[in-house]
């Protein structure tokens, strides 16, 4: 069945419910463990119902913003989940106190009862009318960001369609594009502070609402973190500032001699060769053609994952108006299908959609048999498989950029590496944020341009005070909708990394260790997966300055005034 056809039925919450508690009704209330793992199998499948309903409204709601069915849809949801949460918050407690715990573990593994303890401390019924609120939130984030019409040389464009101009050979013209960038978020400048304040105060308010200190350690628990706390994530930050960012430095400096450009403005950074960014060079009908031919090839798995999303019609990848910016991969689980969304712009990005989000794809479809807890692995663990299958398409790379393919491959390698400390920037300034609820919306830009000039001290920014006040962060949507999320960006990098490490070694054992990730899904925690797989724990002292050497070693290898 194509994506099209699968129908959508505005869910009868109250049906949902009543439903929802005659089975929980069956679990910790004396019944047998064959009675309750009954239970909990129909309840899942229940749930599940309901899930690939708001999964279709959300997806369909992204790929158009204008459209007022999904639009309302959207809106529907945004004040139902926290009841629906109320229902999972309802689950989670009857598991932990079902008196067989023993039998559920040896059916459903022990994790579950591990992250059922970090979900009960993150919901009180209390809390839903600020849920609502918190949720009404980001989707107005993203609604602003949407509407974004910008006008340059004659066209208008969304943020999606000005990347080519940011990234243009010609230095006026990147100038004027990020300058025109910067106008749009400047001209919103009291809405998105506005939005921020208010989410900053909200998330603060369900954090005290549930007896933490501040939304650090609740905004950790969202995300089911089970293997460390915010005081690890420090001192890996730490590892970055001391052992990244001064290759980032003089990978800057190297950038801005085969530029030729001796005071290198932040628009400047975009580009990476004067003879012009590697791209793909065929559209996207093309591009997707290359990257059939990869998937057959790299796997018979491979090959029948990406079939199957030809298919049933699950890759939305055309950039036009009204539609969401950003891609994204999502599941449906009543179709057993991932979806994966993209705004093609013709830059070298693309490819990264269809290796990057594929990754994400490939992953649930591997472990779309387990419990749906399990589906997918928390967000650090998850972002192992995209960016190493970004690592895993090199040897079919040279069919996408052709004549750009050894600049691609420096290119990516090296954007990857200047990644960490911006990554790791964002990390920093939200806990800034969140353990001082109380800045105003200039201390925050103040916050972000100082921490800003200590990760990315080569960022000058010319004549766009914007920016030079401190406003970059509100392009980053996961500042606004996903607090604490960015830094597993950085965590899964740096376990990628060593996927290519291991590629260039011996690739069929890398894809190997890289199936057996995949099939496990989120069956172990972040560190039980890099443990089972043998990666390198990124949070021990030293890790990081071991992880980048054979990358150091490769890129200055490569002679990039070449290229």
Partial sequence: MKFSEYKYERPNIKKYEEEAKRLLDLIATGKTAKEEIAAINEFHKLDEEVSTMLTLASIRNSINTKDEFYEQEQEFFDENMPHLQAISNEFTNKLLASKNRVELE????????????????????????????????STEYSKLTSSAHIEFDGGVYNLSQMAPFTQSKDR??????????????????????????QMVKVRTEIAKKLGYDNYVQLGYDR?????????????????????????????TKRKAKRLGIKNPQSYDLSLSFLSGNPTPKGDREWQVLKATKMYNEMSKETSEFFNFMLENELLELDSKPG??????????????APFIFANFNGTSHDVDVLTHEAGHAFQVYQSRDLIPEYRWPTMEAAEIHSMSMEFLAWPWIHEFFQEDTEKYKFDHLASSVSFLPYGALVDHFQHEVYENPG??????????RKLEKAYLPF?????????ENGGFWFRQGHIFSSPFYYIDYTLAQVCAFQYWTKSRNDYKSAWESYLNLCKQGGSKSFLGLVNYVNLRNPFEKGSIKEIMEPIKKYLDSVDDKKL
């Fill in 106 to 137: 040896k059916e459903f593994g022990k994790l579950i009862f591990d992250q059922a303890e970090v979900s009960k401390k993150i919901f009180k019924p209390e809390i839903i009318e600020d849920l609502q609120l918190e949720n009404k939130l």
């Fill in 172 to 197: 006026d013209t990147r100038k004027r594009a990020n300058l025109a960038v910067s106008k749009f978020f400047n001209d919103n400048l009291e809405s998105y502070d506005r939005i921020y304040d």
């Fill in 223 to 251: 995300f089911g973190r089970t293997d460390y706390t915010k005081k690890e994530v420090a001192l890996y930050r730490k590892q970055i500032f001391e052992d990244v960012v001064p290759f980032v430095e003089e990978l």
């Fill in 323 to 336: 539609k969401q910016g950003g891609g994204y991969c999502t599941y449906i689980p009543s179709y057993r």
């Fill in 439 to 448: 800045m105003s919306p200039e201390e925050r830009r103040q916050t972000w």
């Fill in 459 to 467: 960022k000058k920014y010319d004549e766009d005070s914007f920016l």
